[in-house]
C-alpha cells in the first residue's frame, strides 16, 4: 500500500509552547488528510478534514485556533498544536487518501505528544 | 452527524476459540473499512467492502457488510496470538467526506 510518513513520532514539550506534526504522503498525490486524535484504549476521533489549497474542515468541539491545520501541498499537511497545555497530551495521528474512487485511507504511524 | 457504533468494547479468547466484533452505523454507508492497530501501533487497512450484503474472507478473517449497508461484521476463526490487536470498522458517509471511525473491540488472545 501507499505509506505515510508523520513526524516526529514523539516530542515532548512545555506548557505554552508550540509543536508541529507532520503528515507526508511519500509515493502519491493526497488529495485529502485527515487528523486524528486517539485517548489510551480509545478510538481514533476525527479533528479535522483538509483539502489541498483549501481551509480544514474542523469538528464541532475542536478548536480552530489552536490546532492549526495546513494542506499546502499534494503532498504535506501539517498540525500545529498552538500553546500547548497538559491536557493536550494524546496520540495524534495522520491519514490520507489519493484522489477520486479511492477510499482507502493510509495513516502515518503517529505522533505521540506530551505536555509538561 | 454520522456515528457508527462498535461491539464488543473487549473481548479475551483462549486461543483457537472464535471472535466476531460487530459495527452499526446510524446511516447508510457507502462503503465500509476494518483495521487493525496493534498496541503502540498505527491503524492497518484490512480490508473494504462496498457492495451491499457482501462477504469476503482474508484466510481465518471473514467480512460482511449488511443488506442495507448500516452494519458490518469481522468474525475470526480459531484465534491465533498473534490476532490480538483492536479492530475498528470505520465508515464513508455519502460522497467520501468523511471516514468515521467505531470505538474499536481489543482482542487479547490467551495460549
Known amino acids: 500500500g501507499a505509506v505515510v510518513s508523520q513526524h516526529p513520532s514523539r516530542v515532548i514539550c512545555k506548557s505554552g509552547t508550540s509543536v508541529k506534526i507532520e503528515c507526508r504522503s511519500l509515493?502519491?498525490?493526497?488529495?485529502?488528510m485527515f487528523w486524528y486524535r486517539q485517548f489510551p484504549k480509545q478510538s481514533l476521533m476525527l479533528m479535522a478534514t483538509?483539502?489541498?489549497?483549501?481551509?480544514?474542515?474542523?469538528e464541532q468541539g475542536v478548536e480552530k485556533d489552536k490546532f492549526l491545520i495546513n494542506h499546502a501541498s499534494l503532498t504535506l499537511s501539517t498540525l500545529t498544536v498552538t500553546s500547548a497545555h497538559p491536557e493536550d497530551s494524546s496520540f495524534y495521528i495522520c491519514s490520507a487518501r489519493g484522489g477520486s474512487g479511492n477510499t482507502e485511507a493510509f495513516f502515518g504511524q503517529g505522533t505521540r505528544l506530551t505536555v509538561v | 452527524g454520522q456515528q457508527v457504533m462498535q461491539i464488543p468494547q473487549y473481548q479475551h479468547v483462549q486461543e483457537g476459540e472464535d471472535f466476531t466484533t460487530y459495527c452499526n452505523s446510524s446511516?447508510?454507508?457507502?462503503?465500509i473499512q476494518w483495521y487493525k492497530q496493534r498496541p503502540g501501533g498505527h491503524p492497518v487497512f484490512l480490508i473494504q467492502l462496498v457492495k451491499s450484503g457482501e462477504v469476503k474472507k482474508q484466510k481465518r478473517l471473514t467480512f460482511q457488510f449488511g443488506e442495507a449497508k448500516k452494519n458490518s461484521s469481522l468474525h475470526i476463526t480459531a484465534t491465533q496470538t498473534t490476532d490480538v490487536g483492536t479492530y475498528f470498522c470505520?465508515?464513508?458517509?455519502?460522497?467520501?467526506?468523511?471516514?468515521?471511525f467505531g470505538k474499536g473491540t481489543m482482542l487479547l488472545v490467551s495460549p
Open positions: 509515493d502519491f498525490q493526497a488529495t485529502t
Open positions: 446511516t447508510t454507508l457507502s462503503n
Open positions: 470505520a465508515g464513508w458517509n455519502s460522497g467520501y467526506s468523511t471516514l468515521t
Open positions: 483538509s483539502n489541498e489549497g483549501s481551509k480544514a474542515t474542523y
